[in-house]
């Protein structure tokens, strides 16, 4: 089993390093196609959709990894389709309604909010909403791989190929059809993703008369609701300080701060893929009882993993004038900043599978208080520097709330499972 798990995981590293290198070549072509302002106002507004999609997804996607395997290892195709569609229809009805509250702020009149158009809005979350449930039910299946090539490649690509078109055809594109072609990228992941999950499907009938109650729609909605603030709560902590930014910011700051951010990621990516094909897998093992093997999977592939963000850190600052360079003059950064952004993803490395381990053994609820003391630091500290010093009050925010939210969480996945999910500590006296 864990042979296995480390060949997908270093599968799915090498798909995120390819997401992360196309998105990386996406913002480039942003950057130096795109007046500075313009890209810093797109950059806003894929914050901004990024809190929606996660209230409109309203937790389904970790709701799948949570309980989808279980599902379909009893070859259940009646209650595995059973979920799906209540899900879908979910994610509909609070897509529809984040973009009636985005219409009503747009009738009241909010400066930061007035320049893209409500059908636009409607279209972008419901459509990235849907495209990433699908990709977590790939997920559950077993194929992350999949998942995470539709999402980091594909979506990329198929945006870079639209945006391209459009800058060659009319010379130049506003906010509102950039946005456009952002979210119809996500339409055609959901094409793809279709097709694999129904070459997938579970073959067995099953039944929805005799569900099990671990598993039936009010369960799946009740952890839904607390993974769905698991991850705003964790949203806040990671771009809250990027959307204050522009809003109480420039739009120049944010496409400086944003490109600093995207860069950064390089770094965490190898934990990150770790956790998303050890996500269903913790899961299972955690449902069945086998902690001894938890244990040695967990131990095993997080340390490899930190090592790979230690050494792509060491790259990024030792290399950080060539690689801003290719951005554009306008977009030189203080190396200062970039070292500190840097140092926090390598602390959200060194703990981060601790948010997959609680969410993913049922102590959701816990994570939830981690992550409103994190959230709490993440906007009382952007109110505080971010009016005053900009990007340099930015990232202090980032730093101190990646700190609170690590440790903490740590902290509670040791005493709720006795399991640590840092590889410097690998024997917890329970």
Not at 291 to 309: G, N
Not at 390 to 396: F, L, S
């Amino acid at each position: 089993m864990i042979t296995v798990t480390l060949r997908r995981s270093a599968s799915v590293m090498l798909v995120n390093l390819a997401g992360v290198a196309v998105g990386f070549l996406l913002q480039l072509f942003l950057t130096n196609s795109l007046p500075i302002d313009v890209y810093g106002t797109y950059a806003f507004y894929v914050s901004l959709t990024g809190f929606s999609v996660v209230v409109a997804k309203f937790g389904s996607d970790l709701s799948a990894n949570r309980y989808l395997p279980s599902i379909i290892e009893s070859d259940n195709l009646k209650l595995f389709n059973h979920f799906n569609l209540r899900a879908v229809i979910l994610v509909a009805l609070m897509s529809l309604l984040i973009s009636l509250l985005y219409a009503l702020l747009q009738y009241i009149g909010s400066s930061s909010l007035v320049e893209i158009s409500f059908l636009v809005f409607f279209l972008i979350i419901i459509l990235f909403s849907v495209s990433q449930y699908f990709c977590a039910v790939i997920q559950a299946i077993g194929l992350s791989i999949y998942s995470q090539s539709i999402l980091n490649v594909c979506r990329p690509i198929i945006f870079l190929g639209m945006v391209l078109i459009s800058v060659n055809i009319y010379s130049d594109s506003d906010i509102s059809s950039v946005m456009t072609m952002y979210g119809i990228s996500s339409g055609v992941c959901i094409i793809i993703a279709s097709v694999i999950i129904y070459k997938n499907l579970p073959q067995g009938a099953g039944s929805l008369l005799n569900v099990d109650k671990r598993v039936d729609f009010s369960t799946w909605l009740k952890t839904s609701a607390s993974l769905s603030l698991v991850v705003f709560l964790n949203l806040i902590v990671n771009q809250f300080d990027l959307l204050y930014l522009g809003i109480s910011g420039s739009a120049i700051d944010v496409a400086k701060y944003n490109v600093m951010l995207r860069v950064s990621t390089f770094v965490q990516f190898p934990t990150v893929a770790a956790g998303l094909v050890l996500a269903p897998k913790i899961a299972l093992a955690w449902d069945k009882g086998e902690r001894k093997k938890l244990e040695q999977l967990i131990s095993t592939i997080v340390a490899p993993a930190f090592a790979l963000c230690v050494l792509i850190a060491l790259a990024i600052i030792f290399f950080s004038e060539e690689i801003f360079q290719l951005f554009g003059g306008e977009y030189s950064i203080n190396n200062s900043d970039l070292v500190i952004v840097i140092s926090a993803r390598l602390i959200n490395a060194i703990g981060g599978i601790s948010g997959y381990i609680m969410t993913m053994t049922g102590n959701h609820k816990d994570a939830i208080k981690v992550l409103v003391v994190a959230s709490l630091v993440s906007i009382s500290f952007s109110s505080l520097l971010i009016p005053e010093f900009g990007i340099e009050g930015a990232v202090y925010v980032n730093l101190a709330a990646s700190m609170c939210w690590v440790l903490m969480m740590s902290y509670f996945v040791v005493v709720r499972t006795g399991i640590s999910p840092i590889f410097l500590i690998r024997k917890v006296k329970t």
